[in-house]
């Protein structure tokens, strides 16, 4: 009976709100409600509190109400819900010491707290019915002023796989703030063990010059390739929308690239294969990468490029997770 007394009161409430609703994340988020998907409207509603939207907590706590099973896997979200709450409620919004009775009443985000119930029970009295002016003599209770306290946000993390054409392992890690701006650091490597013996160049006269003495180079039109590089980067994660988060890094990396061409000895014609790196195409120095990441619930792909020197450029892509 309490239960159902409380959803009748959350589902009146937010017509005072009803502006709010028009936010494409509550619209989606309804849709979700209706047809008892609570795991998308737990995702829709929850874009919402970045912007402490008092419709999405709305849409939040009635999903910790109907179903039970979910509320162990909500209690950030609650946590920030009860933030907003707080934030409103001392700024004298009635709605919101309204919802904060429920909270600490039911144990939402944290222990029911007999002492806060009564504080805000006292304060929306005053407010719907002012009482001739008296001084106030009762000392605020201590977990009060911890309450009213706008609580640490909890950053989130990413953790993905990346990698690029030349150099297909890496790493991506990073944090973000109120999910919506961070950093990131990131590692790619070939991991090739290939070394070269030699290094010429790609004109004529070049290669001439970087024989030894008594062998010549035979050279064919498709010789094998090996690619020996990494990238070590950081930078920047901003999110601009809900679904997406561009980054922008700058570090440090190499590229050798070798074929594998045969020395001829002149005197005995034996032939020996060697790997040879190509000076021209070869590079070290300053890495900037650049990439956008598209997020489905906890699930991003991202695709970009980098490039070494401004003379070398190799395409990214990965997958991860923001949690």
């Given amino acids: 009976m309490r239960k159902a007394l409380l959803l009748i009161i959350y589902t009146l409430l937010p017509f ?22 609570y795991s998308d409207a737990r995702m829709y509603f ?76 006292d304060k929306l009295e005053a407010l719907r019915y002012p009482a001739p002016v008296q001084k106030e003599t009762a000392e605020q209770p201590a977990e009060v002023s911890a309450a009213v306290k706008p609580s640490q946000i909890n950053p989130s993390f990413l953790v993905g796989l990346t990698g690029s ?62 690619v020996n590089g990494f990238t070590a980067s950081a930078g920047f994660v901003y999110k601009p929308l809900s679904w997406l988060y561009v980054s922008l890094g700058a570090g440090y990396g190499e590229r050798t690239l070798m074929y594998q061409f045969a020395f001829i000895d002149k005197k005995t014609s034996e032939q020996t294969p060697v790997w040879c790196k190509i000076s021209e195409a070869s590079y070290t120095g300053a890495v900037i990468e650049a990439d956008c990441m598209v997020k489905y619930k906890h699930l991003f792909l991202s695709a970009g490029c980098h490039t070494i020197n401004v003379k070398y450029v190799d395409l990214n892509a990965g997958i991860g997770v923001i949690f």
């Fill in 46 to 121: 929850s874009e919402g509190l970045e912007y402490c939207d008092m419709y999405s907590v709305q849409g939040l706590t009635r999903i910790w109400l109907l179903n039970e099973s979910m509320r162990s896997s909500m209690r950030g979200l609650m946590s920030k819900c009860q933030t907003c709450l707080n934030e409103r409620a001392v700024q004298n919004d009635t709605t919101a010491m309204s919802r904060l009775i429920v909270y600490y009443s039911e144990g939402i985000a944290g222990p029911k707290t007999e002492s806060l119930i009564a504080y805000w029970t």
């Fill in 16 to 37: 005072c709100m009803v502006a709010q609703q028009d936010a494409e994340y509550n619209r989606r988020g309804e849709e979700a409600m209706q047809r008892k998907d």
């Fill in 165 to 226: 054409l030349e150099t297909p392992y890496g790493l991506t890690l990073g944090v973000l703030w109120r999910d919506k701006a961070g950093g990131y650091v990131r590692g790619k490597t070939s991991r090739s063990s290939v070394e070269y013996t030699h290094e010429i160049g790609l004109q004529a006269e070049d290669i001439k010059k970087s024989l030894p003495d008594g062998q010549a180079l035979q050279t064919t039109d498709n010789p094998p390739k090996k």
